[in-house]
């Protein structure tokens, strides 16, 4: 299964916020739309990625406050992509290596989607599905 795959099936809707808006106003967004990571998009470049895990040890570990602190100062900028035409193992091994749970997926140098951790593991277990009822429906011929 490819990037392309799962993003045909969730959708290719990408949730962005500026550089220069406030840590407040991203995490405003994330929570609105229950998201963990939100992509940092300023004149269709990709910029950054600012997620819960970069609030929580950036801001709130830091003492510093959301509303005083721009998605700049602590958003990861060297973003990790990944193509449509990638496949699932490559996906798994790239966020498992990086630590990432999170991959923009990128065309022509512009964003086309994000893929999720829980994106990859459920097209897997889908896969496992229909594996499992191929070789039952094997056996019971």
């Known amino acids: 299964m490819t ?3 799962i993003l045909s099936s ?3 809707e990408v949730y962005a916020v500026l550089p220069t808006n406030t840590v407040y106003e991203a995490l ?6 229950n998201i963990g990571a939100i992509l940092v998009i300023e004149d269709t470049i990709l910029k950054g990625i600012l997620s819960e ?4 040890r950036k801001i709130v570990l830091k003492e510093k406050t959301s509303k005083n602190t721009l998605v700049n100062e602590i958003m990861v900028s060297e973003v990790i ?3 449509p035409s990638d ?7 790239l966020m498992n290596s990086k630590k990432i749970r999170h991959l923009p997926v990128m065309e022509n140098n512009v964003v086309v989607g994000i893929i999720s951790i829980s994106d990859v593991v459920k097209a897997i ?4 599905k229909d594996t499992i009822n191929h070789l ?3 056996i019971s011929q």
């Open 3 to 5: 990037v392309n795959q």
């Open 10 to 12: 969730k959708g290719n």
């Open 28 to 33: 405003t967004a994330m929570s609105e739309k």
């Open 53 to 56: 895990r970069d609030y929580a």
């Open 81 to 83: 992509c990944i193509k």
């Open 87 to 93: 496949n699932l193992d490559y996906c798994m091994e």
């Open 125 to 128: 277990i889908e896969i496992q």
């Open 136 to 138: 039952n429906s094997y």
